[in-house]
């Protein structure tokens, strides 16, 4: 889609399940553009996309499930993907700035990540979302936010079906799958994550499961390990067999430790019984972006 050719419900009531942007626009302006678009369920947007400044720009659209947020996103409008219902699982891109009122209003939203650059939010994004749905925000600043209001109509959201979850600086993949009252697994940098407490203390015992109405705190410990070796492959060429690495980790104590892996788009990679790591390219990659934790 070109900005320049997109007019109000442009794609209302059409056969497409997937739309694609073009490249180059900073901003989607127009109002409605795929409103009460029954068919529509991926969006992709360009990575040049800074703002989608188009009230209700996605709005009313019943099977939309995926949508790409572009890093250099920074603002959400108004009502952008308001009764959306089929939409479970968003997580904000981390240069975002402003999300606009209504966002995702009566949407199917079980699990929304907030980041930390964030600065702006506006009235009853997440309102009458359903029971069982939790808020992941990044900081306090914005535990704070989501409990502020003027009016109890302007709520940001219904503590009687959502409940909050701070993650005390982590973050999720932008694939994550939220589920209904289950605390997911956020990520950081150079942490171990320990596990969910109601007490911003973390004194209570670790908690899996959400209640409506609560508040959760997530606990981080320092990581400590250390990876002996670093692995180059150079160049991997696609459909070729590159050969396998080994690695291993260790503890502070040089005891080597029992590993884990997330994340395996690029790489194969297998944990074997003395605890060294054997990684493998994968040799079968389709064109596209990936990423490895």
């Known amino acids: 889609l070109n900005q320049y050719k997109m007019s109000t419900q442009a794609f209302a009531d059409n056969s497409f399940e997937k739309i694609a942007f073009e490249e180059g626009i900073t901003d989607i302006s127009t109002s409605q553009v795929i409103a009460s678009s029954k068919n529509i369920e991926e969006i992709v947007l360009p990575s040049t996309l800074e703002s989608i400044s188009g009230d209700s720009a996605f709005a009313g659209c019943p099977a939309l499930t995926t949508i790409n947020f572009p890093k250099s996103l920074e603002r959400l409008g108004d009502r952008i993907f308001e009764n959306d219902d089929a939409l479970t699982s968003v997580v904000l891109p981390s240069n975002l700035t402003q999300i606009g009122s209504f966002t995702f209003e009566?949407?199917?939203?079980?699990?929304?990540?907030?980041?930390?650059s964030v600065t702006d939010i506006g009235n009853r994004i997440v309102q009458d979302i359903p029971s069982g749905s939790i808020v992941y925000v990044a900081n306090e600043a914005l535990l704070n936010m989501m409990n502020e209001s003027d009016s109890a109509w302007n709520n940001k959201y219904n503590n009687k079906t959502t409940a909050l979850a701070m993650t005390n600086g982590g973050s999720?993949?932008?694939?994550?799958?939220?589920?209904?009252?289950?605390?997911?697994t956020p990520?950081?940098?150079?942490?171990?994550?320990?596990?969910?407490?109601?007490?911003?203390?973390?004194?209570?015992?670790?908690?899996?499961?959400?209640?409506?109405?609560?508040?959760?705190?997530a606990e981080w410990l320092p990581s400590n390990y250390t990876v002996t070796e670093n692995i180059n492959f150079g160049s991997v060429v696609y459909g070729?067999?590159?050969?396998?690495?080994?690695?291993?980790?260790?503890?502070?104590?040089?005891h080597i430790i029992a590993a884990t892996i997330a994340g395996n788009d690029i790489f194969e990679t297998v944990v074997n019984e003395d605890n060294t790591i054997t990684v493998t390219p994968r040799s079968n990659l389709s064109v596209g972006e990936y990423e490895e934790t």
Do not use: M
Not at 172 to 184: I, N, P, Q, R, Y
Not at 187 to 214: C, M, P, Q, R, Y
Not at 240 to 254: C, F, L, M, P, T
């Open 172 to 184: 999720f993949k932008e694939d994550t799958e939220f589920s209904e009252s289950v605390l997911a």
């Open 187 to 217: 990520i950081k940098s150079g942490n171990i994550f320990a596990g969910w407490h109601a007490d911003e203390e973390l004194a209570d015992e670790v908690v899996t499961n959400a209640d409506a109405g609560n508040t959760y705190y």
């Open 240 to 254: 070729v067999d590159s050969g396998s690495q080994k690695i291993e980790a260790r503890d502070a104590e040089e």
């Open 106 to 116: 009566d949407s199917g939203i079980l699990g929304l990540y907030i980041p930390e």
